[in-house]
């Protein structure tokens, strides 16, 4: 037998492949890009022109330099298998009985936990657990190892009986509590911005105590008290402000256990925070990697000893859109690897149907398997931070931990979260977030795949579970109110128009007039379709009172204005061009086009009016065409299109 002594004497640890390799600097590559960006352009162009900026106001740069040693090192849940977060599993489901099924399928097929979701809490919707007494929870975890999963509560309001009731149980098991994973998750700030009442300061500091005493009385030592930005985040708040609102939350909690008399020098082991995962993949890795650095800071601001955060998350509720939900999956599956990399403990993936109903066995399947493959066959999970030593990252984790705390220090001057809550500072905060994010969506410039992108008008309906939709129990003490946040879902522009287009008769259509060869018209064609399609409304074939006339410029100037006469005298009562009319916008408007179709307009606009001018006409087809130009007359033009 030959053997191969090619290696022989090799060593892997004296190979320095850096060497071969010539210093490049970050100057150098901004140089090489500029060039790029310049050549055989008579206009001179920087790199600048490449930054954008998140809505916190963060540059995002082409080019970051590799930091030798990495900035941030956020602390890492201990690794106590192959993967280092829980799987957990959404308890939702409003019949007990059912309830408890679906939680034992649950954890047989690969979950490790389950959260608790009441009725009326953030994340519930319509559904969630309708009562929470001691029978009820007996009933619900009937044949559950209470003992070896992990449990966590999402109570929201009913915090304080949910609590009691969830420890009785535990209690009335004889199970050893220092030994179980249980997490009350317990949240009142985020309750009061839910639900828009609370108790006084002093009731609400007194439940807290009382609640962490009975907690720690019975030997339990995990988690009590979460800072839930989730309520922000489906309101609409940018990454910082969940963040900062987040912090500000753990530090109202802190004043109002201190005010009860409880000593809060060591109770950083009983506090956590629960967040959203969004799809936007880096900008969740750098949240969650932030908020280890603002926990670690608000410890050593107050002269802690440092404890290691315990993050639980979920996937975001807005992002969850009713029209193609099949695509969820896709989103909830880039905020599971974010969340991976970015070090959680814990994290509930909401299944694809929840925007639309109840979620059934199959949604619930896909969501826990979303993690169990990443975890299993991706291996995400076991290398501890894996974003550090990436300049991106490092920076994006920095810059959002920065703006978070002046956020925070902003509401701690305001009188802190209940008091900024009450005087609206917090709301006021989301809405000018929500204003220019609504403003991104309606053009596009932020796009939502299946919904404002690539809708698919022939989707099929999904499957969800037949029950009743569940009113949350009122709040009866309300001491304090407060304007309530509620959940904006980012499509929901452009889904209550396909809402309102399903309800049209005959469905809502529009001609597409293509000029000169396929290769010509076919980009132009294609993008005004898509375009259409997210308002509901489909190509046809059959006269229809819309049409949009596609092609290049060049066959524009030549044919356009021939080609939109002839259409107004065919009947067709308002014609649009795809793209800009440039020069010849007179020309174009004179001989009967009246609106202009191109990256950048305001899309929900153009369509808001489109089904308008649609429903007009089904509703009085004899309608003469000055009628239409003058309701339609500003569609596809103008400052904001």
């Known amino acids: 037998m030959v053997q191969c002594k090619i290696f022989s004497g090799f060593s892997m640890s004296k190979l320095d492949l850096a060497s071969l390799f010539p210093t490049i600097s970050k100057d150098d590559w901004a140089k090489q890009v500029e060039t790029t960006l310049n050549k055989g352009k008579a206009t001179s162009y920087g790199i600048e022109r490449l930054i954008s900026k998140t809505l916190d106001g963060i540059d995002i740069e082409p080019i970051y330099a590799t930091p030798s040693k990495p900035i941030s090192r956020p602390s890492a849940p201990v690794k106590t298998s192959r993967a280092n977060w829980g799987v957990i599993q959404r308890v ?3 019949e007990v009985t059912k309830a408890n099924e679906q939680m034992l399928l649950d954890l047989l097929k690969g979950a490790t936990g389950v959260s608790l979701v009441l009725s009326g809490s953030i994340s519930a919707g319509h559904y969630g657990l309708p009562s929470f007494d001691v029978n009820s929870i007996k009933r619900l975890s009937q044949g559950v190892e209470l003992d070896l999963i992990s449990v966590r509560l999402d109570a929201g309001a009913n915090w304080h009986d949910a609590s009691q009731n969830l420890l009785q149980v535990y209690q009335d098991r004889n199970l050893n509590l220092s030994r179980c994973t249980l997490s009350f998750c317990i949240d009142p700030v985020s309750a009061f911005a839910l639900t828009g009442q609370s108790g006084s300061n002093s009731s609400v500091g007194k439940n807290m105590a009382a609640t962490l005493d009975a907690a720690t009385k019975a030997g339990h030592e995990g988690v009590v008290f979460s800072a839930d930005g989730r309520v922000y985040h489906d309101a609409g708040a940018s990454e910082a402000q969940e963040l900062g609102f987040a912090i500000a939350s753990c530090i109202e909690h802190l004043r109002l256990l201190e005010q009860s008399g409880t000593d809060i020098s060591t109770i950083w082991p009983r506090l956590g925070m629960v967040l959203s995962a969004d799809s936007e993949q880096f900008t969740t890795i750098a949240k969650f990697r ?3 650095l603002l926990w670690r800071q608000v410890q050593i601001a107050m002269k802690v000893e440092p404890c290691a955060l315990q993050l639980d998350v979920e996937t975001s509720g807005r992002m969850m859109s009713v029209q193609d939900p099949y695509v969820n999956m896709l989103r909830t599956t880039s905020a599971t690897f974010a969340a991976g990399i970015g070090g959680v403990s814990s994290l509930a993936v909401l299944p694809f149907s929840i925007a639309i109903g109840c979620p059934d066995d199959l949604a619930r399947r896909m969501a826990r398997n979303t993690q169990l493959v990443l ?23 920095n810059e959002l931990a920065k703006h978070a705390w002046e956020i925070m220090q902003e509401i701690e001057a305001n009188g802190g979260m209940m008091a900024s809550l009450i005087d ?7 809405s000018q977030v929500c204003t220019t994010r609504n403003a991104d969506i309606a053009k596009r410039k932020k796009g939502i795949i299946g919904v404002s992108e690539f809708a698919n ?3 099929a309906p999904v499957k969800v579970l037949d029950v009743k939709i569940v009113e949350p129990q009122s709040i009866a003490d309300s001491a304090m109110v407060c304007d309530a946040l509620k959940t904006h879902p980012i499509s929901s522009g452009f889904e209550q128009l396909r809402g309102r287009a399903k309800q049209m008769q005959p469905a809502p259509t529009f001609n597409l007039v293509t000029l000169g060869k ?12 898509n375009l259409f399609a997210a308002g509901g409304i489909a190509p046809t074939d059959q006269p229809a009172t819309i049409a949009c006339i596609c092609s290049t410029d060049g066959i524009y100037a030549e044919q356009a204005s021939k080609t939109a006469k002839r259409l107004k005298e065919n009947g067709c009562k308002y014609v649009f061009l795809a793209g800009r009319a440039g020069a010849l916008e007179n020309e174009y408007t004179q001989a009967g086009i009246d609106g202009f179709l191109y990256v950048g ?18 509703a009085s087809p004899d309608t003469d065409q000055d009628t239409y130009q003058d309701t339609g007359q500003d569609i596809g033009q103008g400052e904001n299109a």
Not at 424 to 430: N, S
């Open 92 to 94: 939702d489901i409003p």
């Open 290 to 292: 932030a908020a280890h």
């Open 375 to 397: 975890q299993e066959e991706s291996s995400i999970g076991l290398v501890s931070d894996a974003g550090a030593g990436s300049g991106y990252v490092e920076n994006f984790s």
């Open 424 to 430: 609206g500072k917090v709301q006021g905060l989301i």
């Open 457 to 459: 008008l022939d989707e």
């Open 518 to 529: 396929q290769d010509e018209f076919a980009p132009r064609a294609t993008w005004a379709t």
């Open 601 to 618: 307009c305001n899309v929900l606009d153009v369509l808001q009016q489109t089904l308008a001018l649609l429903e007009k006409a089904n």
